[in-house]
């Protein structure tokens, strides 16, 4: 199934997306400790990043700080999974995975299209992963784990 967005998110003023430039992995583990995830080793998760097929993050121009990341694995041929998908707290934390979430799925969408998409995500995203279309607990299913 194809995604299309209903409508176009506007991060606010001084804030971007941004993938292309690595995040440190000790601001990633600030993000996720902050949103009730694991944390991990900071080889571990830069090796991982760097061996995603993708991330997008969430920046601010000014303060130079994470406020979102999420980072996609796929065999580019039947599956695509988004990873440690997170966002700073706060009131605009629901817009933050919304972005993370539509700029991923439109990404998934030109570049692997036909992949079935799975999360790992917190609970705080719950909201924004079915505002995006994504079924949360389908049959009782309730953990993908998978140790850097």
Same mark, same amino acid.
């Given at each position: @199934?194809?995604?299309? !967005?209903?409508?176009?998110?506007? +991060?606010?003023? $001084?804030?971007? #997306? &941004?993938?292309?430039?690595?995040?440190?992995? =000790?601001?990633?583990?600030?993000?996720?400790?902050?949103? /009730?995830?694991?944390?991990?080793?900071?080889?571990? +998760?830069?090796?991982?990043?760097? &061996? !995603? %097929?993708?991330?997008?993050?969430? =920046?601010?121009?000014?303060? &130079?700080?994470?406020?979102?990341? #999420? *980072?996609?694995?796929?065999?580019?041929?039947?599956?695509?999974?988004?990873?440690?998908? !997170?966002?700073?707290? $706060? %009131?605009?934390? =629901?817009?933050?995975?919304?972005?993370?979430?539509?700029?991923?799925?439109?990404?998934?969408? *030109?570049? @692997?299209? /036909?992949?079935?998409? !799975? #999360? =790992?995500?917190? #609970?705080?995203s719950f909201k924004s992963l079915e505002e995006? $279309?994504?079924?949360?607990?389908?049959?009782?299913? *309730?953990? @993908? /784990?998978?140790?850097?």
């Amino acid at each position: @199934m194809q995604y299309f !967005s209903k409508k176009k998110l506007v +991060l606010p003023e $001084g804030y971007f #997306v &941004n993938s292309s430039q690595i995040p440190l992995a =000790q601001e990633v583990n600030k993000l996720l400790a902050n949103c /009730g995830c694991e944390i991990f080793p900071k080889k571990s +998760l830069s090796e991982a990043i760097k &061996n !995603s %097929n993708f991330f997008v993050t969430i =920046q601010n121009e000014v303060k &130079n700080k994470l406020y979102g990341f #999420v *980072r996609v694995t796929s065999d580019r041929g039947l599956n695509a999974n988004l990873w440690n998908l !997170s966002a700073a707290s $706060g %009131n605009n934390q =629901q817009l933050y995975y919304s972005i993370l979430l539509q700029v991923t799925l439109e990404k998934i969408n *030109r570049e @692997m299209p /036909g992949c079935s998409i !799975s #999360v =790992q995500a917190p #609970v705080s995203s719950f909201k924004s992963l079915e505002e995006n $279309g994504f079924i949360i607990d389908p049959n009782g299913i *309730r953990v @993908m /784990g998978y140790k850097l």
